[in-house]
C-alpha cells in the first residue's frame, strides 16, 4: 500500500488531454513539493516533474503539473503514442522519508 | 554527460548481504545528494534511502533501516548500499540517481539499476 495513492489506469485517444492525479497527506504533499516521474517498461525512471510544475530541460510542454492542498496533479496534453508508460507521483514526506505513488499505467488506444 | 552506472546485484540466499555500488561520472559528484530507489519485478517504485552530498546526513525507509547502510565515496564518485539481513521481499531492480536537494526525490538522473535476487 503506497502512501501516495494514484489510479491504477488511465487512457486517452492520440491528441486527447489526460490527468493523473496523486492524493496524499499534510506530512509531504501538503508540506512538500510534488515531482513527477516517466517510466517505459525496461527503462529508468525519468523526471518529468519537479517542484509542483517545473519541467526538465527537454520534456515538452505538453506536460504540466499542479499541486492544492495535499493533492496534486499530471496533465498530458496532446496524447502522443510514445507517452504510453507508467506514471509515478513522489515527495519527501516530513518523518523523514521519501515516497512515491503506486504508479498509473497510461494506456493510448 | 552524466551517467550512473549500478553494480553489485546477484543472487543471494536469504539471510546474507550484498553490496551494491554506483559509479558516477560527468557531474560533480560530491555536490549532489544521491538516493536509492528499487522496484520489484512488475511493482512500482519504493524509495529506499539518501545520503547527503558530503555524507553527513543518511535517511532510510522504515523497511530497510537497520539492515542497509548508504554511504558514499567521494574521491572514488561511488555511491554503495550494504544490504544485510536479505529478506525474499528485498528483491528488486536497485537504482540509484542524484538529487540537487536532501529532502525532495527530485531526482534528474537514473542509472539503468542491478537486479539483487534474494531466494533459497
Known amino acids: 500500500q503506497s502512501v501516495l495513492t494514484q489510479p491504477p489506469s488511465a487512457s486517452g485517444t492520440p491528441g486527447q488531454r489526460v490527468t493523473i492525479s496523486c492524493s496524499g497527506s499534510?506530512?509531504?504533499?501538503?508540506?512538500?513539493?510534488v515531482s513527477w516521474y516517466q517510466q517505459v517498461p525496461g527503462t529508468a525512471p525519468k523526471l518529468l516533474i519537479y517542484n509542483n510544475n517545473q519541467r526538465p530541460s527537454g520534456v515538452p510542454d505538453r506536460f504540466s503539473g499542479s499541486k492544492s492542498g495535499t493533492s496534486a496533479s499530471l496533465a498530458i496534453s496532446g496524447l502522443q503514442s510514445e507517452d504510453e508508460a507508467h506514471y509515478y507521483c513522489?515527495?519527501?514526506?516530513?518523518?523523514?522519508?521519501?515516497?512515491f505513488g503506486g504508479g498509473t499505467k497510461l494506456t493510448v488506444l | 554527460q552524466v551517467q550512473l552506472v549500478e553494480s553489485g546485484g546477484g543472487v543471494v540466499q536469504p539471510g546474507r548481504s550484498l553490496r551494491l555500488s554506483c559509479a558516477a561520472s560527468g557531474f560533480t559528484f560530491s555536490s549532489y545528494a544521491m538516493h536509492w530507489v528499487r522496484q520489484a519485478p512488475g511493482k512500482g517504485l519504493e524509495w529506499v534511502a539518501v545520503?547527503?552530498?558530503?555524507?553527513?546526513?543518511?535517511f532510510y525507509a522504515d523497511s530497510v533501516r537497520g539492515r542497509f547502510t548508504i554511504s558514499r565515496d567521494n574521491s572514488k564518485k561511488t555511491l554503495y548500499i550494504q544490504m544485510n539481513s536479505l529478506r525474499v521481499e528485498d528483491t528488486a531492480f536497485y537504482y540509484c540517481a542524484r538529487d540537487g536537494t536532501l529532502r525532495g526525490l527530485k531526482a534528474d538522473y537514473w542509472g539503468q539499476g542491478t537486479l539483487a535476487t534474494v531466494s533459497s
Open positions: 499534510s506530512s509531504n504533499i501538503g508540506s512538500n513539493s
Open positions: 545520503i547527503a552530498y558530503d555524507g553527513s546526513n543518511k
Open positions: 513522489a515527495a519527501w514526506d516530513d518523518s523523514l522519508n521519501g515516497v
